[in-house]
């Protein structure tokens, strides 16, 4: 039974984000009991990667009043969670028995999952970590305990068919046995830099705006998830250090960016558009959609009530943005299904068996072409629209692509320039600065 809702569920994660990567899965070690320890960012969405892609099965630790929920509860009870009464939720149970249960399963040699925080958020930094996950390990009777820093990261954690990253860190090897007050605080300690480690943090969300629009400037549609994740920190640790050393360049840096993100938005142009290079290639892929156009657009016509239904629904009734993507996920799978087997009732009443099968198989297929045809559509709109002003306004259409290369020039200048600074010291930053060569970018 949980090997098919994970299957299921593996689908329905794989549809909402259009890409997904999973890194450094090897560092979950095999053979010993293994707790998960998770940054959460996006409310029951975060459960699903680990649930969906973890190498081992996993007990969740969940708040309690989940378990009570419609349809969630349901989920939560059978991939066997591990109930947590916090003060604010106003449940009565004891966190004694959560405790003798998460013991329990590593004791059989399984795995738990965490979430440290204690609550989804949208915080730029890490929230102070609970104790928990050190409680466990360190009260648990057995020889060897691994805790598993795992983090992750999306690209637009609220929209459908954004990217997403979950990323292994090194594990915490604990022995266990009773455990004083100060022990649990040192590898809650170790468990919070284990965490800061793959995960992206910065000191405001305003900073990690300025750097996603910088990063999108900078690699221009180059980098896969990882790889921007893996920039993203680097320029992190860029704005840190200019701020630090010379704040009147960051100043200018920030303005430019600002600039010509604010212009790209209002031209609705993305900074990987701006070169054209790829056009011929999409007028190649237009010709080839040509053949799909009538199954796309009775897909999307069938498809369209679900869609907007869902659309309602998250702007009227959801005010947290941690839970937006929980909320189109779940609607959006039961409204399709629920379309499915209208179609395929009506089929039945008016054609017969044979086309209530057909119906089944056929208009699941006919969603995911509409939806990987407008995909591709909009791909090609959008660089025909940056051909169109290249073509009109082509002074200014320079002066954007001249603006974005001395952009990327003046951060493949500073990368360089912390690299020199950091050279021979032992130190996050020298670890994770490009050669100069890495850095710098194509002309």
Request: with cysteine; proline share 6%; net charge positive.
């Amino acid at each position: 039974m949980r090997r098919a809702v994970t299957a299921l569920l593996r689908v329905l994660i794989r549809v909402f984000f259009k890409r997904i990567e999973i890194i450094e899965m090897e560092r979950v070690p095999d053979g010993v009991p293994v707790i998960f320890a998770v940054n959460h960012p996006n409310a029951l969405i975060d459960p699903l990667f680990l649930l969906c892609f973890a190498p081992r099965p996993v007990s969740f630790l969940a708040k309690a009043p989940l378990f009570t929920m419609p349809v969630i509860g349901w989920f939560v009870r059978a991939f066997d969670s591990i109930p947590v009464y916090r003060r604010e939720d106003n449940v009565g149970g004891s966190n004694e028995a959560m405790f003798a249960q998460a013991r329990a399963v590593l004791a059989r040699g399984g795995a738990i999952a965490i979430f440290p925080e204690g609550t989804t958020h949208s915080d730029p930094r890490l929230r102070e970590l609970k104790t928990g996950a050190a409680r466990i390990a360190l009260g648990a009777s057995m020889e060897r305990v691994a805790i598993v820093p795992v983090g992750l990261y999306y690209t637009a954690k609220q929209e459908f068919r954004s990217s997403a990253v979950m990323q292994f860190g090194d594990p915490i090897e604990v022995r266990g046995g009773a455990a004083t007050p100060a022990e649990v605080e040192a590898l809650t300690q170790r468990i919070d830099d284990a965490l800061d480690a793959v995960t992206l943090q910065a000191d405001s969300r305003e900073a990690l705006a300025l750097i996603a629009r910088g990063e999108r400037i900078f690699s221009a549609g180059r980098f896969d998830p990882a790889e921007e994740l893996g920039a993203r920190r680097r320029f992190v640790e860029g704005y840190a250090w200019l701020r630090a050393h010379d704040p009147q360049r960051l100043a200018r840096l920030q303005s430019r960016v600002e600039q010509l993100a604010a212009e790209l938005d209002e031209l609705k142009i993305e900074p990987q558009e701006l070169p054209g290079a790829r056009f011929a290639a999409s007028l190649k892929v237009l010709s080839i959609m040509f053949v799909a156009l009538p199954l796309a657009v009775a897909g999307a016509i069938i498809h369209f009530p679900a869609y907007r239904l869902v659309g309602f629904i998250t702007r009227r009734f959801v005010h947290e943005e941690e839970m937006v993507a929980t909320i189109k996920a779940v609607a959006g799978a039961l409204f399709d299904l629920l379309t499915w087997i209208v179609i395929a009732a009506l089929a039945w009443w008016r054609l017969g068996a044979r086309w209530a099968v057909a119906a089944i198989v056929v208009v699941p297929l006919l969603g995911w072409i509409a939806l990987r045809f407008f995909e591709r559509l909009d791909d090609v709109v959008g660089r025909a629209r940056a051909l169109t002003w290249r073509i009109t306004r082509w002074r200014a259409y320079d002066r954007l692509r001249n603006e974005q290369r001395t952009i990327r020039e003046e951060i493949a200048a500073i990368d360089e320039l912390i690299a020199r600074a950091d050279r021979g010291a032992d130190s996050p930053a020298t670890a994770t600065t490009r050669s100069p060569s890495e850095s710098a970018p194509p002309r």
